[in-house]
T-cell receptor, first 114, second 113 residues
Framework: NAGVTQTPKFQVLKTGQSMTLQCAQDMNHNSMYWYRQDPGMGLRLIYYSASEGTTDKGEVPNGYNVSRLNKREFSLRLESAAPSQTSVYFC?????????????FGEGSWLTVV | GENVEQHPSTLSVQEGDSAVIKCTYSDSASNYFPWYKQELGKRPQLIIDIRSNVGEKKDQRIAVTLNKTAKHFSLHITETQPEDSAVYFCAASFSGGYNKLIFGAGTRLAVHP
């Protein structure tokens, strides 16, 4: 049971390049999330998907797009990377059921935009 | 707006002392309040959580208290040990019918031997 797996772990991009962060969970969870973590800023929600086929904006969605490919996979795309998007990105999932439940995080993806 | 404030941002204690971290939240409808611990270079991991129908929850040396009227909740760590050194994040759920967690900015706890 791998939990939440995200790739790549490290990436360096040039300004204006695009890339997709991949995330998959094997816990049969309904909900999936993308957070970014910057020093002193905590974890900020970029986008989330409450269930397969739905996505919604979080606190900081500008510059990102997401796709809930199926129940297992939730990808995050940067169409035109900017230095302000240098951050650590965490994918997460939870089994919301009828209420809120524990969110499990992936190991993180370190992204640097130069 | 949806907001969680966390204090202090840094906390330094001697081994064996207690540590307290406090959070306030903006939405009176919030009903789930987890605490996560993050060690350097690692993913955040849940250490304890509390739901709005209880006022306190304990797990060995860790406890969380919730005051819904005042919209604040706190993490208490007793008999601190060096391995408790990490960044701690509080979070609160916000409305929408699903598990949308907003996090505080974090507290860096240092426990000195």
């Amino acid at each position: 049971n791998a939990g939440v797996t995200q790739t790549p772990k490290f990436q360096v991009l040039k300004t204006g390049q695009s890339m997709t962060l991949q995330c998959a969970q094997d816990m049969n969870h309904n909900s999936m999330y993308w957070y970014r973590q910057d020093p002193g800023m905590g974890l900020r929600l970029i986008y989330y998907s409450a269930s397969e086929g739905t996505t919604d904006k979080g606190e900081v969605p500008n510059g990102y797009n997401v796709s809930r490919l199926n129940k297992r996979e939730f990808s995050l795309r940067l169409e035109s990377a900017a230095p302000s998007q240098t951050s650590v990105y965490f994918c997460a999932s939870s089994d919301t059921g009828t209420g809120v439940d524990t969110i499990y995080f992936g190991e993180g993806s370190w992204l640097t935009v130069v | 707006g949806e907001n969680v404030e966390q204090h202090p941002s840094t906390l330094s204690v001697q081994e064996g002392d207690s540590a307290v971290i406090k959070c306030t939240y903006s939405d009176s409808a919030s009903n789930y309040f987890p605490w996560y611990k993050q060690e350097l270079g690692k993913r955040p991991q849940l250490i304890i959580d509390i739901r709005s129908n209880v006022g306190e929850k304990k797990d060995q040396r860790i406890a969380v208290t919730l005051n819904k009227t005042a919209k604040h909740f706190s993490l208490h760590i007793t008999e601190t040990q060096p391995e408790d050194s990490a960044v701690y994040f509080c979070a609160a759920s916000f409305s929408g019918g699903y598990n949308k967690l907003i996090f505080g900015a974090g507290t860096r706890l240092a426990v000195h031997p």
